[in-house]
């Protein structure tokens, strides 16, 4: 194995999931071949992407997919702006040991995306103001362990 090509999500709205991953996630949007339902693909750094499919399905509520992002304040601060913010399933944004932030964020549909950036990338403290008077306080004895 070399690579992880690309990640495949299952969506209710289509637009509404362009929407988010252009928008508020900040991914360039690629050109997609013809499939027997609606589509969309973004580029994921040089050689790896994200494909949404419009289709009904289940969504899971823990499972997820991170994506490594170049401006943590940025994309924060749009899904704030958003109400896109879970801190309920993994709990809280924080910084792990590692010195990487990390976030959870839900798409349109529920898929659930973590966001997460260097260890090194700098990350305005009013964020972690934000996240408790913004969206409110947290249950931790609930929160499952993920690192």
Not at 7 to 22: E, T
Not at 51 to 80: G, M, T
Not at 90 to 99: A, F, I, K, S, V
Request: charge should be negative; proline fraction near 7%.
């Amino acid at each position: 194995m070399t690579a992880l090509q690309h990640v495949n999500i299952l969506v209710d709205d289509l637009d509404a999931a362009i929407h988010f991953y252009a928008d508020v996630v900040g991914l360039p949007q690629k050109p997609a071949p013809p499939l027997r339902f609606p589509t969309a693909f973004f580029s994921i750094g040089s050689s790896q992407e994200l494909h949404i499919n419009q289709a009904p399905d289940l969504r899971p509520e823990r499972a997820h997919f991170c994506l490594r992002v170049d401006d943590f304040n940025a994309v924060f601060r749009r899904a704030l702006s958003t109400g896109c913010i879970d801190v309920t399933t993994w709990g809280p944004m924080r910084r792990l040991p590692t010195g990487v932030m990390q976030l959870f964020i839900r798409d349109p549909s529920g898929n659930l995306v973590e966001v997460a950036c260097d260890a090194d990338q700098p990350v305005d403290a009013e964020l972690f103001d934000l996240v408790l008077s913004e969206i409110g306080t947290f249950d931790t004895g609930n929160v499952g362990n993920h690192k």
